[in-house]
């Protein structure tokens, strides 16, 4: 036999308040573990990296070179190129 129980509304709130906290403090001690995120590079410093004029990057961009778009500029991580130029060289 199933027991139904009614419970007032602040009832309610007080049990997931403390269903909350309790989430909230057992967590509190683990912290995510952080990579230090690579730093973007611009398409001056890139192209400077390659030896390369930033003519020839925008060629390279435009055959599939990664990059990103940020707020209407455009910025490479080091690592995605240089994945990228070791990928089409064994093609």
Same mark, same amino acid.
């Given at each position: 036999?199933?027991?139904?129980?009614?419970?007032?509304? !602040?009832? +309610?709130?007080?049990?997931?308040?403390?269903? +909350?906290?309790?989430?909230?403090?057992?967590?509190?001690?683990?912290?995510?573990?952080?990579?230090?995120?690579?730093?973007?590079?611009?398409?001056?410093?890139?192209?400077? !990296?390659?030896? +390369?004029?930033?003519?020839?990057?925008?060629?390279?961009?435009?055959?599939?070179?990664?990059?990103?778009?940020?707020?209407?500029?455009?910025?490479?991580?080091?690592?995605?190129?240089?994945?990228?130029?070791?990928?089409?060289?064994?093609?």
């Amino acid at each position: 036999m199933t027991n139904i129980i009614i419970l007032q509304e !602040e009832d +309610i709130k007080r049990i997931l308040k403390e269903s +909350i906290r309790e989430e909230l403090q057992g967590s509190a001690g683990v912290q995510p573990k952080m990579t230090p995120e690579e730093p973007l590079l611009s398409r001056q410093q890139i192209a400077a !990296e390659l030896g +390369i004029s930033l003519v020839t990057l925008t060629d390279w961009m435009k055959k599939g070179l990664p990059y990103l778009r940020l707020n209407g500029r455009v910025y490479f991580k080091r690592s995605e190129v240089i994945a990228s130029m070791n990928h089409n060289r064994l093609k």
